[in-house]
């Protein structure tokens, strides 16, 4: 997979970042993060000065950065207060033209960790930074 590429403009910018949530695109997101983190457990070998480990699960977790545009996260907050668990799915999209093609990748069972409210100052561009977890992924389009 790892080919050699012609042009430093080969890589790509995120400034070509899109984000979809239920299929609803969410233009004013600036920035965008998913990935897996892995549980170990520890493994000590006889004979081996080394410690080892043994993968025994995975977590997905995420974040995203949303300027202040819409209120947004109504529906989710109202979804909290009423005791509901929403779940939902997103798509990420980075497309530059400039680049060997476009990834897109879909991210399951998403659940945000955290739902802003208020968060304003005066002065200041307004950004929501909101994590969240998801329980599978698949690439719809990879950069071969």
Not at 116 to 128: A, I, M, Q, S, Y
Request: include cysteine; glycine fraction near 6%.
């Amino acid at each position: 997979m790892s080919k050699a590429f012609d042009s430093a403009k080969r890589v790509m910018s995120g400034t070509f970042g899109q984000l979809w949530i239920d299929n609803e695109l969410v233009a004013e997101c600036y920035k965008f993060t998913a990935k897996y983190t892995l549980s170990k457990d520890p493994v000590n070998l006889p004979r081996e000065m080394m410690e080892d480990s043994k993968v025994m699960g995975s977590k997905g977790t995420g974040s995203m950065g949303i300027y202040k545009v819409y209120s947004r996260f109504q529906a989710y907050a109202d979804a909290i207060r009423d005791g509901k668990d929403v779940r939902g799915t997103f798509i990420s999209n980075l497309d530059d033209p400039d680049a060997y093609g476009a990834e897109r990748v879909a991210l399951y069972n998403v659940s945000l960790d955290e739902v802003p409210l208020v968060n304003w100052e005066r002065k200041t561009v307004l950004k929501d930074e909101v994590p969240f977890t998801f329980t599978s992924h698949k690439y719809l389009n990879s950069v071969a």
